[in-house]
RNA sequence: GUGGGUGUAGCUCAGCUGGUAGAGCAUCGGAUUGUGGCUCCGAGCGUCGCGGGUUCGAGCCCCGUCACUCACCCCA
């Protein structure tokens, strides 16, 4: 039998890519405690029906991209494509409402879609995600967008700039996906292949279709922003203005649509620039969704949410500065000298300091190419000769020098090599 | 699900109009037997994705297949 691989579209982070996205992480949990988010963990698998609810029946996701199974021949459950379904379950599941007013969570971790991979789209891909519950208004989508636009900042993607689309309520919805089916249905010749059948199934996608000759028609359709209601409309004037008040960059883009069903109102994405991301341009997918928490058994509770694709994050941001490495490297000179090696290296180690070692019991030389490699700064050698006399060789590998030093005053002594930097 | 591209050492790749495999990096060893980095010398490492075909002979040609990848679709 053939070596295991990885599963397609899954893929193992070997440590300096491990090192990236843990360091986005901790820039996103540094960032959400600025904001007061506060983060929260929930099941990669849930039951199915959690997914078909909250995404809608008629999505991708649920039509042919979920990772669902029976368990045991009991349980429609599924591997969670997206955070929301699940964060949401859990609030109303804690009736967390019953605690606070307003609920500001964050979470991360795996996603799973069944989709054919490309650059920046895998089958297995993380999130890091932000939900704020039980505030209504257009200030906190605005403060919610701030806190996303200042992590893009901080985790290094150059020009941030958020596109913003209002879907308007439920009835303004309806309006305009009727408007829009009587606009586009005569010119259903002139549409593409795909949008002809995406007129039967979410006419809301022709918007954003990339095909040239869809584009030319979608020009002149009605707008979703001249449907909304006056409170619709208070709501996405108020926010441009607070995103204005807040020198948060922001375009609108009557557009934008969203492939989930649940979003009502706000709606926002940020994309990449350049091409970095291929034709996955979008690096973070948001919006209100205001109705979700009750179809879930809530009670009526506004909510307002984003999502950050984290590969695709890291195709955008450049890598942080590598962390401080190897502190000691310490050599035993001879092979009789390994245990009592391993017995210095576990004082260091205790002391707090990274420590490295290398007992296989190879020669001097290539242990200390060893250390030179890892990237040490000082290495101790303990040989025969020292350690009959109770002390070590402390070798300062960048400047080249070397001292001896005796056991007891060895920590005071790497404590002063540290510092001297 | 649809279309294109690519598959040669651990990694990045070279391999002329077919003659039975190479470089750099990495790994390991050595250059007066207890001293790294630079340099030099040397070593190991390849079912040339897999299967079939054409041919005296295929890594190079043909067919199939699988994988990866890019684009479409969709989305983070």
Redesign the pocket.
């Known amino acids: 039998m053939?070596a295991p691989?990885?599963?397609?579209?899954m893929?193992d982070l070997l440590p300096d890519r491990t090192a990236h996205a843990a360091w986005l992480e901790a820039r996103f949990r540094e960032v959400a405690r600025r904001w007061s988010f506060d983060e929260i963990r929930t099941p990669v698998v849930e039951p199915t029906e959690l997914f078909v609810r909250s995404i809608g029946e008629s999505?991708?996701?649920v039509e042919k991209?979920m990772y669902s199974f029976v368990d045991k021949g009991q349980d429609a459950l599924t591997l969670r494509p997206?955070g929301t379904a699940g964060v949401v379950r859990a609030y109303v599941e804690h009736a967390v409402w019953t605690q606070e007013p307003v609920t500001r969570w964050i979470y991360m971790g795996p996603?799973f879609?069944r989709?054919?991979?490309?650059?920046?789209?895998?089958?297995q891909?993380h999130?890091l995600g932000a939900e704020l519950f039980g505030d209504p208004g257009p200030y906190a989508d605005a403060e919610l967008i701030d806190m996303l636009v200042t992590f893009l900042r901080e985790a290094g993607v150059a020009d941030v700039e958020v596109l913003l689309n209002s879907l308007g309520g439920p009835e303004a919805r309806r309006a305009y996906r009727h408007a829009l089916v009587e606009y586009l249905e005569p010119r259903r010749p002139a549409l593409?292949a795909?949008?002809q059948r995406?007129l039967a199934s979410?006419p809301l996608?022709v918007l954003?279709?990339?095909?040239p000759e869809d584009r030319e028609v979608v020009a002149h359709a009605p707008r979703i922003t001249d449907f909304l209601n006056a409170e619709d409309r208070a709501h996405l004037d108020g926010l441009r203005a607070a995103l204005d008040r807040l020198q948060v960059p922001h375009r609108l883009e009557p557009t934008l649509?969203?492939?989930?069903d649940y979003y009502d109102r706000t709606l926002f994405?940020?994309r990449g620039r350049g091409?970095e991301?291929?034709?996955?341009?979008?690096?973070?997918?948001?919006g209100r969704y205001d109705g979700l928490v009750e179809t879930m058994g809530g009670p009526p509770t506004p909510a307002v949410g984003f999502?950050?694709?984290?590969?695709?994050?890291m195709l955008l941001a450049p890598p942080p500065p590598p962390p401080p490495g190897t502190d000691v490297f310490v050599v035993a000179?001879?092979a009789a000298e390994r245990l009592e090696a391993a017995v210095i290296a576990r004082e260091l180690r205790a002391e707090g300091l990274s420590v490295e070692t290398d007992l296989r019991g190879?020669?001097?030389?290539?242990q200390?190419?060893?250390?030179?490699?890892v990237g040490?700064r000082l290495?101790l050698?303990v040989?025969?000769?020292?350690l009959a006399r109770g002390v070590v060789?402390l070798?300062?590998?960048?400047?080249?020098?070397?001292r001896e030093v005796g056991r007891d005053a060895l920590r005071a002594a790497i404590r002063a090599e540290r510092s001297a930097t």
């Open positions: 053939s691989r990885a599963v397609k579209g893929h999505t991708d996701i991209e997206e996603m879609r989709e054919r991979p490309a650059r920046g789209r895998y089958r891909f999130q593409s795909d949008s995406r979410n996608r954003d279709s990339k095909a649509v969203r492939g989930l994405e940020v091409g991301l291929g034709a996955q341009d979008a690096v973070c997918g948001g999502a950050i694709g984290l590969e695709r994050l000179v001879g190879g020669s001097l030389r290539s200390l190419r060893r250390a030179d490699r040490a290495a050698l040989g025969s000769d020292e060789q070798r300062d590998l960048r400047a080249g020098r070397q």
